[in-house]
């Protein structure tokens, strides 16, 4: 295993190559083989710059089935992005600093897509230390498509992000209507400030007459206290009942009594947060 | 519904009350291939999307000052594939884009060789449909410098070419452009000739050059004339487009103009030519126009920015009532 990678590249590189496989004509096949190969030629950096643009050319952009390799969701991918990230791979780690300064000309320059197959790869990419401040700068995109795909089905944000950033992608990802659910570690990472800051956002929802993301309540069910319960108490009462099924829960992943009491009032056992999501999908 | 907007049917209704030209081209599909939609609104890109405008090319050009660094050309460019690709998705209209350094800024000669070493970071994007717009602006040296050299990048990426011809002296400006295109061995099918007028059309027409036309108010073409130019010229290798930018044009300019022709009694085939199917034949050379994205453009947003709510359809924005005082 190489130890610049957090993850057995060879494997996780062999893996998506036999998706490519399964998804595209041997012309395709010959033509990553052939730009794998010259990449040990000369001139690697303008080699690899070129083929990572190019590769929608050849490749076409057919969509991937969805599947799990170990530690990873591919979801919703076409054939070039999923071709983008297995390039990202075959990079050379001889040297850190030129590997670095490499992947980061290619964010520098990237059209919609590129960022797209770019920051879809953030857990695959060498020393993944080194890219938390990208990943910060993602997140402040406006363009929906990139922040999914730093959002959604991507474990590298809550493996890696200090606390600051992870609630910013959070409260973005809440902010952009993004289905919060798919982001990978929101449980894991949830937090009193975080939480602290959504019920300020509930308020503000509130004052304007705007609904609140039901699931928002996910993230302050953790913390309920008695700052906090009079909110719970007041979605509860809501007359939407996919509101009161999300108080429910809230108050179900609480250690705070009142709220243990006023779950016990009705059984939650058929509720989950996919099922709140699903409902307002 | 979900979450934080509010949306009914009504928000995604096109406005009730239609001015006359839209009646008169209702269903047609018209392709604008030259538009600097960086200067211009959402607003614009609404009414665009309603006009039934389903795909745009947004050349490279002046932004109206000039640009004192290469880093503010990098981002321009990088905007171009991105940020401006993105906002036009959002109204259901795809975006494309061709990339060069533009004649009034070549004259600042060291900071166009630096333009001229990042342009083919640029070319080989997705959805860059050709080098442009590039040609003469003064008729200087300079001018003429960098547009030889990008005659070859375009050669050398197998792009085609958008000649932007001069308001100065503009017959010598689009024939001397047109010889130096020749000079470097290109094919005149893969050049379009950009800001053509009465006194140009018939030498680019007859040296097998695309002849586009802008409709833009008071300083080029108005679309009077330009139906007047159909008649006369016919629809084979013309082309029209708004140019719209920073100045008073018009991004509804092809609509306004079909629906013009089709009053003046032009055939609906020849309309369909110079309004839609021309431009996608010469700046289709790329490769990099895929037709079904027009369609594509709506769906794929529609999911990834609104989870697939059944509300939003075509992958509209939602919609801001403009005859109303109360904002929500």
């Known amino acids: 295993m190489d130890a610049i990678y957090h993850y057995d590249r060879n494997k996780i590189s062999t893996l998506l190559y036999s998706i490519i496989q399964q998804n595209s004509n041997q012309q395709v096949q010959e033509w990553l083989q052939q730009q794998k190969s010259k990449l040990e030629e000369s001139n690697a950096t303008q080699r690899f710059y070129g083929t990572f643009t190019a590769i929608p050319r050849f490749t076409g952009k057919n969509s991937i089935p969805d599947t799990t390799i170990p530690g990873f969701f591919i979801h919703g991918y076409t054939l070039d992005r999923l071709a983008r990230m297995w390039w990202l791979l075959q990079l050379p780690t001889e040297n850190k600093d030129q590997y670095i300064q490499t992947i980061e000309g290619l964010f520098g320059a990237a059209d919609m897509n590129e960022q797209i197959a ?65 982001i990978t570690g929101l449980d894991k990472r949830a937090n009193r400030k975080l939480a602290d800051t959504l019920r300020d956002y509930a308020h503000e929802r509130w004052a304007a007459g705007r609904t609140v993301n039901p699931l928002l309540w996910r993230l302050i069910g953790p913390f309920i206290d008695e700052g906090s319960f009079p909110d719970i ?47 307002i999908a | 519904m979900c979450c934080s907007h509010e949306l009914t049917e009504k928000n995604l209704q096109p406005l009730t009350v239609n001015p006359a030209f839209l009646e008169r081209i209702k269903g047609m599909r018209f392709f604008d291939p030259h538009i600097h939609m960086t200067s211009r609104t959402t607003d614009d890109y609404q009414a665009m999307a309603d006009a039934g405008i389903a795909a745009i090319i947004e050349p490279s050009f002046w932004l109206g000052q000039p640009r004192t660094g290469i ?89 085609p070419v958008q000649i932007h011809t001069p308001h100065r002296d503009k017959k010598k400006g ?34 097998g050059f695309w002849a586009a036309f802008t409709i833009y108010p008071f300083t080029k073409m108005g679309n009077e004339r330009m139906v007047e130019v159909v008649k006369q010229y016919g629809s084979e290798r013309i082309m029209i487009n708004s140019a719209a930018d920073w100045g008073i044009s018009d991004p509804l300019a092809v609509p306004k103009t079909a629906a013009l022709m089709h009053e003046s009694g032009i055939d609906l085939n020849d309309i369909h030519l110079v309004t839609f199917r021309n431009a996608i034949s010469a700046f289709a050379q790329s490769g990099q126009i895929n037709e ?37």
Not at chain 1, 257 to 268: F, G, H, R
């Open chain 1, 118 to 182: 770019l920051y879809g790869a953030l857990p695959l990419l060498a020393w993944p230390e080194e890219w938390k401040l990208r990943t910060a700068e993602g997140i402040r995109s406006n363009i929906g498509p990139v922040l999914e795909a730093i959002m959604l089905h991507n474990p590298y944000p809550a493996a890696y992000l200090e606390e600051a950033a992870w609630n910013q992608l959070v409260m973005k990802a809440i902010f952009t209507d993004k289905p919060i659910h798919l």
């Open chain 1, 233 to 279: 108490v007041r979605v509860w009462h809501s007359e939407n009942s996919v509101e009161r099924d999300a108080a429910a829960l809230a108050c179900a992943a609480s250690t705070y009594a009142p709220a243990q009491q006023l779950v016990k009032e009705i059984s939650t056992t058929t509720l989950s947060w996919d099922s709140v999501a699903a409902r």
């Open chain 2, 71 to 159: 880093d503010t050309f990098r981002d321009y460019f990088n905007s171009l594939i991105g940020w401006e690709r993105f906002r036009a998705s959002q109204f259901g209209i795809k975006h494309y884009t061709t990339i060069g350094l533009n004649s009034k800024e070549a004259n600042n000669e060291k900071l166009a060789e630096a333009v001229m070493e990042i342009l083919p970071l640029f070319v080989y994007k997705e959805g860059v449909v050709g080098i442009g717009e590039i040609g003469f602006d003064d008729q200087t040296p300079a001018e003429e410098k960098y547009y030889r050299a990008q005659l070859e990048l375009a050669k050398e990426a197998g792009l």
């Open chain 2, 174 to 207: 689009t024939q001397r452009s047109m010889d130096i295109a020749i000079e470097h061995g290109l094919d005149p099918r893969m050049v379009i000739v950009d800001h053509n007028n009465e006194e140009t059309v018939q030498e680019v027409l007859d040296r």
């Open chain 2, 292 to 328: 079904s994205d027009f369609e594509a453009v709506k769906e794929i947003d529609q999911s990834l920015k609104f989870n697939g709510s059944t509300v939003l359809r075509g992958g509209q924005q939602p919609r801001r009532d403009n005859l109303s005082n109360i904002i929500k």
